[in-house]
């Protein structure tokens, strides 16, 4: 079974600072894949980034950074440069390597930009 | 290229009544699963569909059922509807199954009231 944790109800940022989510998960399975999406108020789930557990360095996506830690098992988004666009709800998401491929996900973090 | 389409964008039911929801996948994407997105919380996987055939069941009840059809696009239905069947249904694409690789792309969803 695989667990994704999310413990930032909500966060508040200013505009062009940069912002950090916080992400930790619960796999048995040897290979994983980790991703995060955003969700507007619109609903459309907007793919971000992805990190596999097997890759070296961390994934990078324009402003948008994953700070992966295998030994902790965590995997941080970080957003630089903060826009009012960026607000929205942040989802955590983990596919393992067997069994069925479904995603599953954290409860999410809200994120609302301050200008 | 054309994202993930579904359809209808809202629908509202009494309970006991049958829906049907639409998704049409990325062009070149022969995976499709369905989500139930309850509010406040993440995703819930449902089910999943490659070539025609389930690969991947959620915990949902034999109320709900899917297909997917020779042009890729899927079918989620579901019976006997329950007020607690009221979430907004997101439908992702992917070119495969297997491989944590393969990200899936979201659709703009179906919000389901159920009165």
């Known amino acids: 079974a695989q667990k994704i944790t999310q413990t930032q109800p909500g966060m508040f940022v200013q505009e062009k600072e940069a912002v950090t989510l916080d992400c930790t998960y619960d796999?048995?399975?040897?290979?994983?894949?980790l991703f995060w999406y955003k969700q507007p108020s619109s609903g459309e789930m907007i793919f971000l980034i992805y990190?596999?557990?097997?890759?070296?360095q961390n994934a990078t996506e324009g402003r948008y950074s994953l700070n992966f830690q295998k030994a902790r098992k965590s995997a941080n988004l970080v957003i630089s440069a903060s826009q009012l666009g960026d607000s929205a709800m942040y989802f955590c998401?983990?596919?393992?390597?067997?069994?069925?491929?479904?995603?599953?996900f954290g409860a999410g973090t809200t994120v609302t930009v301050r200008a | 290229d054309a994202g993930v389409t579904q359809s209808p964008t809202h629908l509202i039911k009494t309970r006991g009544q049958h829906v049907t929801l639409r998704c049409s996948p990325i062009?070149?994407?022969?995976?499709v699963s369905w989500y139930q997105q309850v509010l406040g919380q993440g995703p819930q996987f449902i089910f999943q569909?490659?070539?025609?055939?389930?690969?991947g069941r959620g915990n949902f009840p034999d109320r709900f059922s899917a297909r997917q059809f020779p042009n890729y696009s899927s079918e989620l239905n579901v019976n006997a509807l329950l007020l607690g069947d009221s979430a907004l249904y997101l439908c992702?694409?992917?070119?495969?199954?297997?491989?944590?690789?393969?990200?899936?792309?979201f659709g703009p969803g179906t919000r389901l009231t159920v009165l």
């Open positions: 992702a694409s992917s070119k495969y199954v297997g491989g944590n690789t393969d990200t899936q792309y």
């Open positions: 796999t048995s399975d040897p290979s994983y894949g």
């Open positions: 990190q596999g557990s097997y890759d070296q």
């Open positions: 998401a983990m596919r393992g390597s067997r069994g069925d491929y479904k995603l599953s």
């Open positions: 062009s070149g994407h022969k995976s």
């Open positions: 569909y490659y070539e025609k055939e389930e690969r």
